[in-house]
Protein backbone atom coordinates (compact mmCIF):
# COMPACT_ATOMS: atom_id res chain seq x y z
CA UNK A 1 0.00 0.00 0.00
CA UNK A 2 2.85 2.44 1.03
CA UNK A 3 4.23 1.25 -2.34
CA UNK A 4 1.62 2.47 -4.01
CA UNK A 5 1.27 5.49 -2.36
CA UNK A 6 5.10 6.63 -3.02
CA UNK A 7 3.82 6.02 -7.03
CA UNK A 8 1.31 8.22 -7.04
CA UNK A 9 3.87 10.91 -5.51
CA UNK A 10 6.16 10.68 -7.62
CA UNK A 11 4.15 10.75 -10.81
CA UNK A 12 2.74 13.95 -9.90
CA UNK A 13 5.69 15.51 -8.65
CA UNK A 14 6.77 14.24 -12.28
CA UNK A 15 4.09 16.09 -13.87
CA UNK A 16 5.07 18.97 -11.93
CA UNK A 17 8.19 19.07 -12.84
CA UNK A 18 7.60 18.37 -16.72
CA UNK A 19 5.08 21.44 -16.38
CA UNK A 20 7.94 23.83 -14.71
CA UNK A 21 10.59 22.72 -17.38
CA UNK A 22 8.53 23.69 -20.16
CA UNK A 23 7.86 27.32 -19.20
CA UNK A 24 11.31 27.64 -18.11
CA UNK A 25 12.52 26.85 -21.32
CA UNK A 26 9.92 28.85 -23.53
CA UNK A 27 7.90 26.73 -24.51
CA UNK A 28 4.93 28.66 -24.07
CA UNK A 29 1.88 27.98 -27.02
CA UNK A 30 1.87 30.66 -29.43
CA UNK A 31 -0.63 32.49 -30.05
CA UNK A 32 -2.85 31.43 -33.42
CA UNK A 33 -3.23 35.47 -35.62
CA UNK A 34 -5.98 35.54 -37.69
CA UNK A 35 -5.42 37.59 -40.71
CA UNK A 36 -8.33 39.53 -42.26
CA UNK A 37 -7.87 39.77 -45.81
CA UNK A 38 -8.15 42.86 -46.78
CA UNK A 39 -10.52 44.13 -49.24
CA UNK A 40 -9.32 46.94 -52.03
CA UNK A 41 -11.91 49.60 -52.87
CA UNK A 42 -11.66 51.01 -56.70
CA UNK A 43 -13.11 54.35 -57.26
CA UNK A 44 -14.28 54.89 -60.69
CA UNK A 45 -13.92 58.36 -61.26
CA UNK A 46 -15.95 59.85 -64.26
CA UNK A 47 -14.20 61.85 -66.62
CA UNK A 48 -15.69 64.68 -67.04
CA UNK A 49 -16.97 65.61 -70.33
CA UNK A 50 -17.13 69.01 -72.10
CA UNK A 51 -20.30 69.61 -73.29
CA UNK A 52 -20.81 69.59 -77.26
CA UNK A 53 -20.27 73.19 -79.19
CA UNK A 54 -22.36 74.02 -82.21
CA UNK A 55 -22.25 77.32 -84.77
CA UNK A 56 -24.38 80.31 -84.88
CA UNK A 57 -24.08 83.26 -87.39
CA UNK A 58 -24.43 86.77 -86.28
CA UNK A 59 -24.78 90.03 -88.65
CA UNK A 60 -26.37 93.13 -88.69
CA UNK A 61 -26.11 95.70 -86.03
CA UNK A 62 -23.96 94.16 -83.47
CA UNK A 63 -20.07 95.08 -82.96
CA UNK A 64 -18.70 91.65 -83.89
CA UNK A 65 -20.57 89.84 -86.40
CA UNK A 66 -19.37 86.13 -87.01
CA UNK A 67 -19.60 82.83 -86.57
CA UNK A 68 -19.74 81.76 -82.66
CA UNK A 69 -19.73 78.89 -80.47
CA UNK A 70 -22.82 78.22 -78.65
CA UNK A 71 -24.05 75.14 -76.29
CA UNK A 72 -26.99 73.83 -75.72
CA UNK A 73 -29.54 76.73 -73.21
CA UNK A 74 -27.78 79.25 -75.48
CA UNK A 75 -30.04 81.80 -76.21
CA UNK A 76 -29.78 84.94 -78.57
CA UNK A 77 -28.80 87.66 -76.41
CA UNK A 78 -25.59 85.25 -75.11
CA UNK A 79 -25.06 85.22 -78.89
CA UNK A 80 -24.69 89.26 -78.63
CA UNK A 81 -22.44 89.67 -76.41
CA UNK A 82 -19.90 87.16 -77.63
CA UNK A 83 -20.29 89.46 -80.60
CA UNK A 84 -19.73 92.68 -79.00
CA UNK A 85 -23.16 93.66 -78.14
CA UNK A 86 -25.48 95.66 -80.17
CA UNK A 87 -24.68 99.06 -82.44
CA UNK A 88 -25.92 102.38 -81.21
CA UNK A 89 -28.28 101.63 -84.58
CA UNK A 90 -29.79 97.99 -83.32
CA UNK A 91 -33.41 97.50 -83.29
CA UNK A 92 -33.66 95.87 -80.38
CA UNK A 93 -37.39 95.41 -80.23
CA UNK A 94 -37.44 93.23 -83.54
CA UNK A 95 -35.46 90.36 -81.99
CA UNK A 96 -36.40 88.02 -79.44
CA UNK A 97 -33.61 88.09 -76.89
CA UNK A 98 -34.66 85.37 -74.90
CA UNK A 99 -35.18 82.85 -77.47
CA UNK A 100 -32.75 79.61 -77.51
CA UNK A 101 -30.29 79.24 -80.41
CA UNK A 102 -29.59 76.18 -82.37
CA UNK A 103 -27.20 74.82 -85.18
CA UNK A 104 -26.44 76.52 -88.13
CA UNK A 105 -29.00 79.41 -87.00
CA UNK A 106 -28.53 83.29 -88.64
CA UNK A 107 -29.62 85.78 -86.20
CA UNK A 108 -29.91 88.88 -87.88
CA UNK A 109 -30.01 92.18 -85.87
CA UNK A 110 -31.39 95.10 -87.98
CA UNK A 111 -31.28 98.53 -88.21
CA UNK A 112 -33.72 101.17 -87.19
CA UNK A 113 -31.74 103.69 -89.46
CA UNK A 114 -33.29 101.58 -92.31
CA UNK A 115 -36.56 101.78 -91.46
CA UNK A 116 -36.27 105.45 -91.90
CA UNK A 117 -34.62 104.86 -95.06
CA UNK A 118 -37.51 102.45 -96.24
CA UNK A 119 -40.28 105.05 -95.16
CA UNK A 120 -38.38 107.58 -97.13
CA UNK A 121 -38.07 105.75 -100.24
CA UNK A 122 -41.50 104.44 -100.26
CA UNK A 123 -42.79 108.29 -100.35
CA UNK A 124 -40.43 108.47 -103.36
CA UNK A 125 -41.70 105.64 -104.84
CA UNK A 126 -45.00 106.65 -104.69
CA UNK A 127 -44.06 110.26 -105.82
CA UNK A 128 -42.31 109.10 -108.27
CA UNK A 129 -44.63 106.61 -109.54
CA UNK A 130 -43.40 103.44 -111.10
CA UNK A 131 -41.10 100.78 -109.51
CA UNK A 132 -43.64 100.08 -106.43
CA UNK A 133 -46.28 100.09 -108.56
CA UNK A 134 -44.37 97.35 -110.65
CA UNK A 135 -43.97 95.30 -108.20
CA UNK A 136 -46.88 95.09 -106.25
CA UNK A 137 -50.20 93.47 -107.61
CA UNK A 138 -53.74 94.39 -106.64
CA UNK A 139 -53.91 92.46 -102.83
CA UNK A 140 -50.43 94.03 -101.88
CA UNK A 141 -48.09 91.32 -102.31
CA UNK A 142 -44.36 92.02 -103.03
CA UNK A 143 -43.47 90.41 -106.71
CA UNK A 144 -39.98 88.91 -105.92
CA UNK A 145 -39.66 88.66 -110.16
CA UNK A 146 -39.33 92.31 -110.00
CA UNK A 147 -39.44 94.05 -106.17
CA UNK A 148 -36.45 96.08 -105.72
CA UNK A 149 -34.07 95.20 -102.80
CA UNK A 150 -35.56 97.93 -100.74
CA UNK A 151 -38.46 96.05 -101.12
CA UNK A 152 -37.15 92.77 -100.47
CA UNK A 153 -36.08 94.28 -96.89
CA UNK A 154 -39.43 94.89 -96.03
CA UNK A 155 -40.40 91.55 -95.80
CA UNK A 156 -40.24 89.84 -92.38
CA UNK A 157 -36.56 88.52 -91.60
CA UNK A 158 -35.48 89.67 -94.90
CA UNK A 159 -32.29 91.64 -94.38
CA UNK A 160 -29.89 93.42 -97.29
CA UNK A 161 -27.74 90.42 -97.87
CA UNK A 162 -30.65 88.14 -98.14
CA UNK A 163 -32.73 90.29 -100.41
CA UNK A 164 -28.92 90.89 -102.48
CA UNK A 165 -29.15 87.03 -102.78
CA UNK A 166 -33.00 86.88 -104.08
CA UNK A 167 -32.17 89.55 -106.22
CA UNK A 168 -28.71 87.83 -107.92
CA UNK A 169 -30.66 84.25 -107.81
CA UNK A 170 -33.69 85.90 -109.81
CA UNK A 171 -30.41 87.16 -112.46
CA UNK A 172 -28.65 83.91 -112.64
CA UNK A 173 -32.15 81.49 -113.12
CA UNK A 174 -34.34 83.90 -115.53
CA UNK A 175 -36.46 84.56 -112.64
CA UNK A 176 -38.90 82.31 -109.97
CA UNK A 177 -41.53 79.98 -111.50
CA UNK A 178 -43.45 79.83 -107.88
CA UNK A 179 -43.18 81.18 -104.89
CA UNK A 180 -41.39 78.15 -102.89
CA UNK A 181 -38.65 78.47 -105.42
CA UNK A 182 -37.11 81.15 -103.19
CA UNK A 183 -36.04 78.84 -100.56
CA UNK A 184 -33.08 77.87 -102.76
CA UNK A 185 -31.82 80.78 -102.49
CA UNK A 186 -28.79 81.46 -99.55
CA UNK A 187 -30.25 82.31 -95.97
CA UNK A 188 -33.81 81.13 -96.78
CA UNK A 189 -35.03 78.45 -95.06
CA UNK A 190 -38.32 76.56 -94.05
CA UNK A 191 -38.51 78.72 -91.42
CA UNK A 192 -38.27 82.35 -93.09
CA UNK A 193 -40.40 80.93 -96.22
CA UNK A 194 -43.78 80.32 -93.43
CA UNK A 195 -43.27 84.32 -92.65
CA UNK A 196 -42.94 85.49 -96.29
CA UNK A 197 -45.01 83.09 -97.90
CA UNK A 198 -48.51 84.87 -97.84
CA UNK A 199 -46.62 88.49 -98.51
CA UNK A 200 -45.32 87.36 -102.06
CA UNK A 201 -45.73 86.27 -105.53
CA UNK A 202 -44.49 85.90 -109.34
Excluded: C
Amino acid sequence: MKNKYYIIILTALTLLFGIWFVYQNGFAPEEISVYEPISETYVQVEEETEPSSFKVYITGQVNNPGVYDAFNGNRIVDIVEKAGGFTENADKEKINLAEYVEDEQHIEIQSIVKEVDKTLDSGQNISDGNESDNSKNSKGLININTASQKELETLPSIGEVTAANIIEYREKNGGFSNISEIKKVSRIGDKIFERIKDLITV
